[in-house]
């Protein structure tokens, strides 16, 4: 079975500190992976998507960055926080079967990174 | 640009009622899915809609979807205090999209 992590679980850091959340998944290959914020109270914005290593897209200009440096991992980073970049950061993964008309879209989320930029 | 609403957002009911949460949204659907969070929490999958008037249902939660009204629901049956959540509707545009745009969410509170 798949298996997603993140971490850490939850962070606290200055503004104008740099940041780095990891994002992995076991138990599948080839996934799309995905960057989400949630601020409190409120839905999902998403932030990046990958379909494949070194290849990213970018939802929302930010300062904010994103890699894919192996198939499973996804690494969320800033060079200089904001205050703004506080919320609830998810990764999540979806994977096509060979024939789309049997398979599904479904992203699977991790357990979230906690940021509180002070 | 998709636009994916839920009504109402806050939903407060008491246990052992019906009642049924609704996502619109803007643009002609591939499929629609349903997720749950709990608080400080991640999201669960609960269901997979992909086609017009597919039903699915889990325990007291069922989920309908209509493409040509543009319109899902997820109802509730005989609300028990464990559905207490925030509910997500997400839409999927088209093909290789890969992207779901995901609505306001539907904060529900069982009250005993």
């Known amino acids: 079975s798949q298996t997603i992590h993140q971490w850490p679980a939850t962070l606290v850091q200055p503004v104008g500190s740099p940041l780095s959340l990891e994002c992995t998944v076991e138990?599948?290959?080839?996934?799309?992976l995905y960057w989400y914020r949630q601020a409190a109270g409120r839905g999902l914005q998403l932030l990046f998507y990958?379909?494949?290593?070194?290849?990213i897209s970018s939802e929302v200009p930010q300062n904010l960055s994103a890699s894919r440096p192996q198939d499973r991992q996804f690494i969320l980073s800033s060079k200089k926080l904001l205050l703004s970049d506080s919320g609830f950061y998810l990764c999540?993964?979806?994977?096509?079967?060979?024939?789309?008309?049997?398979?599904?879209?479904?992203?699977?989320f991790g357990p979230g990174t906690r940021l509180t930029v002070l | 640009e998709l636009k994916v609403e839920q009504n109402p957002l806050f939903l407060s009911m008491q246990e052992g009622k019906n009642y049924t949460i609704y996502c619109n949204y803007s643009?002609?659907?591939?499929?629609l899915y349903w997720y749950r969070q709990d608080p400080g929490k991640s999201l669960e999958s609960l269901f997979v809609?992909?086609?017009?008037?597919a039903v699915k249902q889990e325990g007291r939660l069922m989920a309908s979807l209509d493409t040509k009204a543009r319109l899902s629901t997820l109802h509730i049956t005989a609300a028990v205090h464990d559905l207490s959540a925030t509910y997500f509707c997400?839409?999927?545009?088209?093909?290789?999209?890969?992207?779901?745009?995901f609505g306001t969410g539907t904060r529900l509170t069982i009250i005993p």
């Open positions: 643009t002609t659907s591939d499929r």
């Open positions: 999540a993964w979806s994977g096509l079967a060979g024939d789309r008309a049997l398979s599904t879209d479904t992203q699977y």
């Open positions: 997400a839409v999927e545009i088209d093909f290789g999209n890969e992207k779901l745009t």
């Open positions: 138990g599948t290959s080839n996934p799309n």
């Open positions: 809609l992909l086609s017009n008037g």
């Open positions: 990958s379909v494949g290593i070194g290849q």
